[in-house]
């Protein structure tokens, strides 16, 4: 054991050179109607990663009725297209893949990752889900309901409890202290109507920036 440390000690203290890393340059381009397409391209894997990011977040809520785009990224994947939520879990498990959606206070954003030999498949319900979640009047219901009952349960989680109040203490009487929700009273009176406004805002194409890494057909994209 001894030997085993000294020989640690004397490779920490050997002079190690570490070569300057050059990170790879996008390719940024816009779209006539305002949308910003930031290429990664890369033949080295055949793999890709799609991410949507929308300049909107849980700060552009309407006054009175925090919650309402977190409301919005929890609707997303509950039915697109006409198809409801169990089919397009199963469209991206059969491709050894799923969608992330993540609201912050300043953007949300929609990824989604796979082999580059599935990648239509994976686009395809990645759009739709972006252009065309259906929003319907019950998993509204639904969603909010399930949201409020978190809600009323944090103080379940000393954690969660701790981290709010902090957040609280540092950034209050601004919008970023509030966090996602401010209080339940306020996400019940989030209705359908609300959530149709955000994602109007969601897919206004002058908000959004579309990041494609890896190996793909840009031509075709």
Known sequence: MRWHLGFLSGM???P????????????VERLANGL???????????LFDLVYVARLGSKSDPRGKSGSTEL????????AAGKDAMTIAYALEKLGSGLDVRVSEDMMTVS???LSMDFEGLFQTWAEVILSADLKAEEVV????????????????AEALAALTLLRVQMG?????????????ELVK???????????RFRDPSRGTILVVGQVDRAKI
């Open 112 to 114: 989604v990752r796979g």
């Open 36 to 46: 910003e397409i930031v290429w990664f391209l890369s033949d080295r894997l055949p």
């Open 173 to 185: 009487g601004t919008v970023y202290g509030r966090g996602g929700l401010l209080s339940a009273s």
């Open 142 to 157: 639904r969603e909010r309901a399930k949201m409020t009952d978190r809600w009323n349960h944090l103080p379940d989680y």
């Open 12 to 14: 920490l203290m050997l």
């Open 16 to 27: 190690f050179s570490v070569g300057a890393m050059e990170l790879p340059r996008p390719v």
């Open 190 to 200: 989030v209705g359908r109507r609300d959530v149709l406004d955000v994602q109007a």
């Open 72 to 79: 919005l990224g929890a609707l997303l994947t509950r039915g």
